[in-house]
């Protein structure tokens, strides 16, 4: 049987009498590609947030990694890596002060930090670059960046909030395929995306509409369900009917 590394029962957070996720339910695999889709304010972040031991569910039940988001949300915080497009990296500080920095916060022992960062800034082809200021790159290689960082400790999930937002299909692209390498070495990956061709990347997707999982199968599937060429269409067949819309 597969191990499943994240399990979720009807979850649920309410603020007020505002139900932002409202009983949503499903298991993920370890080593799968998982993506969260749902248009802006369906509940995706307020879900991420709570898997990731950072705000308690109002009911239901979950574990990330075995550990329970009720009682050991610091257990949960040690074997998840993060990354979202507000919280990054920091920018006055070099590319190997970075990885360097969150190699300690995430608890890489002090002796293997610095061969690490230094195989690290080698494999992402930015050797010369390592004692720039990370402020003075590229997005697409501050995100590439950020995602190293986040999985440098090796953690069992990494939580990833619109990783590539604001670049090129083709760095995007570039980007997923750091994802498929770091799902192929056993990390499992829970992604939130608007993008419809990152979409088709996962190996199954969940679509939220107004706090609900309206939708979880892989893309293929969902495609033959909704007799539908792409992931635009089943999407807008999901959520066309969203009563929430954000901003
Ligand atoms: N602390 C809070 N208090 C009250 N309402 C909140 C709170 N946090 C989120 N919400 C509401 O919950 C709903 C879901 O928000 P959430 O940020 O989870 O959506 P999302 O799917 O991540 O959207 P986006 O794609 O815009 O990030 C929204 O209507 C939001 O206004």
Not at 36 to 60: D, Q, V, W
Request: charged content about 25%.
């Amino acid at each position: 049987m597969e191990e499943k590394v994240i399990v979720c029962r009807e979850l649920t957070k309410r603020f007020g009498d505002f139900y932002a996720v409202n009983k949503i339910s499903f298991d993920v695999n370890k080593g799968e590609i998982f993506g969260f889709l749902g248009a802006n304010g369906a509940g995706k972040t307020t879900a991420m947030r709570i898997l990731c031991g950072l705000s308690h569910p109002t009911s239901g039940e979950a574990t990330v990694a075995g550990f329970n988001v009720y009682k050991q949300t610091e257990a949960i915080k040690k074997n998840i890596g993060y990354m979202s497009q507000k919280f990054s990296l920091y920018e006055n500080l070099t590319i190997l002060e970075n990885i360097e920095f969150f190699g300690g916060v995430y608890g890489v022992p002090a002796a293997e930090i610095k061969e690490r960062s230094d195989n690290l800034v080698r494999k992402l082809g930015l050797t010369a670059e390592a004692k720039k200021l990370v402020g003075a790159l590229p997005l697409g290689w501050k995100q590439k960046l950020a995602f190293s960082v986040a999985i440098f400790h090796q953690p069992r999930i990494v939580f990833l909030d619109e990783p590539t937002g604001g670049v090129d299909p083709v760095t995007r692209r570039q980007f997923w395929d750091m994802i498929y390498e770091a799902a192929a070495s056993g990390i499992t990956i829970f992604v939130t995306t608007h993008y419809m061709d990152e979409a088709e990347y996962c190996n199954r997707i969940t679509i939220m509409v107004d706090g609900k999982v309206e939708a979880l199968d892989s893309p293929a599937n969902l495609k033959a369900r909704f007799d539908a060429d792409n992931m635009d269409e089943v999407f807008y067949r999901l959520a066309r009917g969203a009563k929430r819309s954000g901003d």
